[in-house]
């Protein structure tokens, strides 16, 4: 199990106010250290790997009970501690499950604080923090780092991947877009005269354009029934490399659908309304 010593931890899935009472004298089943806690006994707070490996079903069921634990290499008899918190679980990269960890307070080993800010004035709260550190009479230089700026470097390589992928993406569609404008433009050159004896025997604008966008929407329609499961099995395959992710719901490829629907739909609408809104002698003059 791994320990480490934090003042600042996320919001807690079950915490409870801090007892001044001794902790019970018969601590719950749990596994033992075998080194010491040089320490002494002193409140924890578990994330949620480690209230599990513990034998606790919830967190609400971790909270208040006592464990004994020890720090490796200490060579002194553990100690039993009180569970005040349990909190989420903090991965160290994207592709590691979570260690089971021990947060607690050791004064003489503390050498990071974490401070919650609203955000605002950026400047004039870590001018605050410096002017306050000053102030303790501690002469070492402090260190600032931002806690999204941290997350940002640690997960730079898929922040890029992400980046790569949509630009990838965006010239893909581009290119699919000027390929339907040409064929469009095509179908419908070549097809003038078939529209302009339609208009002739009575067919409406709107009769045209329907005919027109149906012929282009019948290979988007297959190109979706391909992509789609393709894309599905792809993304699961490439989530699989990680311990915490997401589900893929059904909702976002039918949105997806939709969208290379209408992005076809657009590209093409121009070309046709024009051709569908020629007079019929125009178009028997083509030829």
Do not use: H
Not at 23 to 43: D, I, K, S, V, Y
Not at 84 to 89: L, T
């Amino acid at each position: 199990m791994r320990w480490a010593a934090a003042l600042g931890a996320p919001a807690p899935a079950a915490v409870r106010p801090l007892s001044t009472a001794a902790p019970p004298a018969t601590p719950p089943a749990a596994q033992p250290g075998t080194a010491g806690n040089p320490f002494g006994p002193r409140p924890v707070i578990l994330n949620e790997a480690a209230a599990k490996q513990l034998g606790y079903a919830t967190p609400e069921e971790a909270v208040g009970q006592t464990m004994s634990w020890t720090q490796p290499g200490a060579g002194v008899a553990p100690l039993p501690s009180e569970i005040i918190g349990v909190i989420s679980d903090i991965p160290v990269n994207v592709g590691a499950k979570a260690d089971s960890t021990i947060y607690f307070i050791a004064p003489r080993m503390l050498n990071m604080l974490s401070a919650k800010t609203t955000g605002e004035n950026l400047a004039g709260t870590v001018s605050d923090i410096q002017r306050v550190w000053k102030d303790t009479g501690n002469v070492r230089p402090i260190q600032l780092t931002f806690y999204d700026q941290t997350r940002r470097t640690q997960y730079l390589d898929i922040i890029i991947q992400g980046v790569m992928i949509g630009v990838c993406a965006a010239a893909a569609i581009a290119i699919a877009c000027l390929g339907l404008f040409a064929l469009s433009a095509m179908a419908a050159e070549r097809r003038t005269k078939e529209i302009g004896i339609r208009k002739a025997l009575g067919a409406t604008t709107s009769n045209v354009l329907g005919l027109l966008m149906w012929q282009f929407t019948i290979p988007v329609l297959w190109a979706i029934v391909i992509a789609l499961p393709a894309g599905y099995f792809t993304m699961e395959n490439w989530l699989q490399g990680y311990i915490y992710r997401v589900d893929q719901p059904l909702w976002l490829f039918a949105i997806a659908a939709m969208a290379a629907l209408a992005i076809a739909w657009v590209t093409v609408s121009f070309q046709t309304f024009i051709v569908a809104r020629a007079k019929p002698v125009s178009a028997l003059r083509y030829e």
